[in-house]
Every structure is written in structure tokens, then in C-alpha cells.
């Protein structure tokens, strides 16, 4: 079992910044296997930021390209979400994935085992 455990939520103004964390426990997997999804109310869960199978070079949803970035420290098994520009469009419930076993296709893992409890992100405008 892996426990993940988000950190970082809160209130921000639009254009604000914000700074998540996931760090992961128990069974050990690697930081490149964590992502981000997010889901608003009412929406379906959307995916954020993660990392691909082979080069484990970061990629994005489309919504943050550009204003969110995902790094990972492989010595604390965390992955951070660095948010930048925050608009109202971004409030959500923002939670860490984890793959364990990797299974890819077109280089992304397609498949997240465990969950964390979710961080929530509110902006103001």
C-alpha cells in the first residue's frame, strides 16, 4: 500500500501563486510515477501534471500549460506543482496519483493505483 499525502492548498487571488506538495509512503515508488489531477465542482476529474514513462520528462493538460510546473525530489519520494497565474478556472480539489506498476502507452502511464485525499484551491477573483 502507498499512502500519499497532499499539502499546499488554500485560497489565492487571481494571479496568485501556490506551491503543492504529495509525498509518498509506505510501498516505495518512484517520484516519476506521481501526478497531479485536479477536479472542480461538478466536472469530471481532469489530469494535470505528471511525468512519461521513458524519459520521465514532465507534460501537462492542456489548461496549465504553461502556468503549472511539476518537479519531483526522488530522495523524499515528493512531487511538487508549482502554480503560477491562478485564475478562477483553476479552483478545484487538487490530488497526487500514484502508478505502481507503470503500464504506459504512447509514453503515459495509463493507469493510477493509489490516491491522496486531495488538496483543496480556491481563487478569488
Known amino acids: 500500500q502507498v499512502q500519499l499525502v497532499e499539502s499546499g492548498g488554500g485560497l489565492v487571488q487571481v494571479g496568485g501563486s501556490l506551491r503543492l506538495s504529495c509525498a509518498a509512503s509506505?510501498?516505495?515508488?518512484?517520484?516519476?510515477?506521481l501526478a497531479w489531477f485536479r477536479q472542480a465542482p461538478g466536472k469530471e476529474r481532469e489530469f494535470v501534471a505528471g511525468?512519461?514513462?521513458?524519459?520521465?520528462?514532465?507534460y501537462y493538460g492542456d489548461s496549465v500549460q504553461g502556468r503549472f510546473t511539476v518537479s519531483k525530489d526522488n530522495a523524499k519520494n515528493t512531487v511538487y506543482l508549482q502554480m503560477n497565474n491562478l485564475q478562477p478556472e483553476d479552483t478545484a480539489d487538487y490530488y497526487c496519483?500514484?502508478?505502481?506498476?507503470?503500464?504506459?502507452?504512447?509514453?503515459?502511464?495509463?493507469?493510477?493505483?493509489?490516491w491522496g485525499q486531495g488538496t483543496r484551491v480556491s481563487v478569488s477573483s
Open positions: 511525468f512519461t514513462c521513458a524519459t520521465m520528462s514532465e
Open positions: 509506505g510501498r516505495t515508488i518512484p517520484a516519476s510515477h
Open positions: 496519483a500514484g502508478s505502481r506498476t507503470l503500464s504506459c502507452k504512447n509514453n503515459k502511464p495509463v493507469r493510477y493505483d493509489d
